[in-house]
């Protein structure tokens, strides 16, 4: 929202009251709140107009600091809340004249009361950021305007400083100069909207904000004014937590431990998925001529997904099998757990009014309404399409009884598509303000889903494939980029998507391998195959053609075979860095500049860290060429074996079978036994890769069990040309070298 004509004029209409001086500090009893009292005039006089700014700051963990700003508070309207582990913590406070000091562990806010009016925030004594500046007003601001009331505030961008995340976005990776409206939509992945919004970033500069607002918060990142972030919110409130930490990967620990932790997937969610497609024509016949067709391809699946027609057109969602496609459900499901699979089928909150469940609904009033009571239906996805109303309790358990007669016939978990056309002219059961509730509606939808399969399953089996999502929606994993394009183009932006999903909260993400929107050239696909089965979770789905390999060629299958294979066998790595997600909300693909402190990787969008030690660079040109980036060190290729040095970029051509996929020195990677499926025993006949163990290093690496706990810990250490491996437990594993030529010595 942009309210400026430059720096010196307001747009017409457009009134602005600044937070110009302080005129009351005090702290609490208990020393966990600060009150501030500030007015938007310099001048020392007494003065009995407004508006003025009534401040509280918090602390809701050690190194965040929550600042709320009020101009009227007597708006009772119901306002959902994300659900954050606020602890509001004691603070340290000092006053001295004009000057304030409030600190919450390293971080500390500096407040200048007047003559001008500063917050200048600190981390261990380095700057960070500020509101305000002594050449101009502190813009932290109430704004009147012809179209209502607006909180603003502005925080400083220094020279070099670079910002990222605000959830899975297409456009730039760094998100200096866009303009960012905060609003769930489905729109694809080529445009500047997007499904997953998330009012919360991180700065190059190791901090990160979170705009504490469930409703339409607007960014203008380096836009309206070009060095500072400027957020805004309708209404009379404003509330942002800012959290400090002495590196990147902290601010996400940090931020992921106030909105919570990605839970860990089930070990067989790593696997390779299937699916039926959107639009194809299928029945059990076809499903299982996929299934069997892998399988006698020595293609390794794990789960085969049943997109929207295993209803019947126009009742979605319904909840009920086509049974003239699917005659014998119970027995198909069951015919396809005993291949090994899992078996996941598509969902939506939304109810056609051709559904066999709709007047129920309807009748218990388990639907959103109008404000005068009427059924809010329309005509778009499905006819006569409403909304379950998840505020309702009931709905709630009505919607999760059906997954659960859904569970009991074989089903395993669900893609939890849509979520973003929630209208805003709705009355709520609970009350809550519709505009507030189009983003969070998808909260409350996921949420229901994931407990009510934890609950049947049991706990650590739980699963979905969720397109939308806010703030704290990371609980509930995993989630894929959408509806992207059969191209090269699309490719790369659903990779900047994800990577900005993962600087968000965010552990897991997959994509649609070959891309959803046409079909894929049989290139294409097979560099997506690569990818995607490098990606955390890996599914083939598309629109109106399978996706099945043999579609697209002899190659495409053995292509498909290969990096199957390579990411069942990579597993003992893989769920040990999961479950560091989990505990840690570190994402499992990681934008490089998360990993690196190197200027080089700051702008880095076509590659990622796969955990902490896999390099991967997916191939996005018809000819194989690829352009990558090794940060400082040396790099040993996974496939190849080959051993070079950083730093620098590097252009290679690659055949269908390869891309950039290195290992970075000093690591010690476990590689399983098992290429079959993705669950399996990691602790039994693995083989220890170490890779360039430099001398005077140590080097470890925990292998967790499918539960996600520890297991084994392997150590390496490197003393001249002797390295020292040993296990925290007696195991029987292999050893390999590469990138040294040392003696090896087990103990």
């Not at 959107?278 to 699946?301: C, H, N, Q, W």
């Not at 358990?397 to 709705?426: H, N, S």
């Amino acid at each position: 929202m942009k309210f400026n004509l430059g720096e010196w004029r307001m747009r017409p209409g457009v009134k602005s009251y600044n937070c110009e001086q302080i005129r009351q500090v005090s702290l609490s009893e208990d020393g966990r709140q600060v009150y501030i009292f500030a007015v938007p005039y310099r001048k020392d006089e007494r003065s009995m107009d407004g508006p003025v700014q009534e401040l509280l700051i918090t602390a809701p963990q050690k190194d965040m600091l929550r600042l709320r700003s009020v101009h009227f508070k007597g708006d009772r309207r119901k306002l959902p809340s994300f659900e954050l582990n606020d602890q509001c913590l004691p603070m340290e406070f000092h006053e001295d004249g004009n000057d304030v000091e409030i600190s919450s562990g390293a971080l500390k806010l500096m407040i200048q009361k007047k003559d001008p009016c500063l917050f200048t925030w600190y981390y261990n004594g380095e700057k960070l950021t500020n509101i305000g500046s002594r050449y101009g007003s502190s813009m932290l601001s109430f704004i009147d305007t012809p179209d209502g009331p607006f909180m603003r505030c502005q925080l400083q961008v220094d020279v070099g400083e670079k910002i990222y995340g605000l959830g899975e976005r297409f456009t730039s990776f760094v998100r200096n100069g866009q303009v960012i409206d905060i609003w769930n939509e489905d729109g694809g992945t080529s445009s500047e909207i997007s499904y997953k919004n998330i009012p919360f970033y991180m700065s190059s500069r190791n901090y990160g904000v979170l705009v504490n607002d469930s409703g339409p918060v607007s960014f203008e990142v380096c836009s309206e004014a070009v060095t500072k972030v400027q957020f805004s919110v309708p209404g009379q409130r404003l509330d942002f937590i800012l959290i400090g930490a002495p590196d990147r990967k902290g601010v996400l620990e940090r931020y992921t431990s106030l909105s919570s932790r990605p839970a860990l997937p089930p070990a067989w969610s790593f696997g390779l998925w299937l699916t039926s497609s959107f639009t194809t024509s299928y029945d059990e016949k076809t499903v299982m001529s996929f299934v069997d067709g892998m399988a006698e391809r020595d293609i390794p699946l794990r789960v085969f997904h049943f997109d929207c027609f295993w209803m019947r057109e126009n009742e979605w969602c319904g909840f009920e099998w086509d049974k003239e496609m699917f005659p014998d459900v119970e027995g198909m499901l069951k015919r396809m757990h005993d291949k090994g699979l899992k078996v996941c089928v598509w969902i939506n909150p939304y109810l056609g009014q051709k559904s066999p469940v709709f007047d129920e609904a309807a009748e218990k009033g388990y639907l959103l309404k109008k404000p005068n009571g009427d059924i809010w239906q329309w005509d778009l996805w499905q006819a006569g399409l409403a909304v379950v109303d998840f505020t309702n309790l009931d709905a709630v358990k009505w919607y999760q009884d059906k997954l659960r007669a859904l569970m009991a016939q074989g089903v395993d978990c669900f893609k939890t598509d849509f979520g973003e056309r929630i209208p805003t002219d709705v009355a709520y059961f609970d009350g809550s303000d519709p505009e507030r509730m189009h983003n969070y509606y998808t909260y409350l939808y996921n949420k229901a889903v994931f407990e009510v399969i934890e609950e049947v399953k049991g706990h650590g089996e739980a699963v979905l494939f969720a397109r939308s999502a806010t703030v704290g929606g990371q609980k509930y994993p995993v989630h894929w980029g959408g509806d992207c394009n059969s191209t090269y183009v699309s490719m790369a932006e659903s990779l900047r998507g994800g990577l900005g999903l993962c600087l968000s909260g965010f552990g897991f993400w997959s994509h649609d391998i070959g891309g959803f929107e046409g079909t894929a050239t049989a290139d294409l696909y097979k560099r997506w195959l690569a990818f995607g089965l490098l990606s955390t979770h890996s599914r083939l789905h598309g629109s109106t053609s399978y996706r099945v390999p043999w579609l697209f060629g002899q190659e495409a299958v053995d292509v498909c075979r290969y990096f199957s294979k390579l990411k069942n066998t990579l597993m003992p790595y893989l769920y040990s860095q999961a479950s560091y997600t989990s505990r840690t909300g570190v994402p499992m693909m990681r934008a490089m500049m998360l990993e690196f402190d190197d200027l080089g990787c700051e702008d880095l969008d076509r590659q990622y860290m796969l955990g902490d030690a896999i390099l991967v660079a997916p191939v996005m040109r018809e000819d194989g060429k690829v352009d990558y980036y090794l940060p400082k060190g040396k790099w040993t290729h996974l496939l190849s074996g080959e051993t070079i040095d950083g730093i620098g970029w590097r252009r290679d051509r690659y055949d269908f079978f390869s891309l950039p996929v290195y290992v970075r020195e000093n690591t010690v990677l476990p590689v399983g036994n098992v290429d079959s499926r993705p669950d399996y025993d990691y602790t039994r006949g693995i083989t220890v890769r170490l890779y360039s163990i430099s001398d005077g290093a140590a080097a470890t690496r925990q292998v967790a069990d499918m539960s996600g706990a520890p297991a084994l810990t392997f150590t390496a250490s490197r003393v001249g040309n002797v390295i020292t491996v040993s296990c925290n437990r007696e195991c029987d594993y292999n050893l390999e070298q590469y990138g040294t030529e040392c003696e090896i010595r087990k103990i």
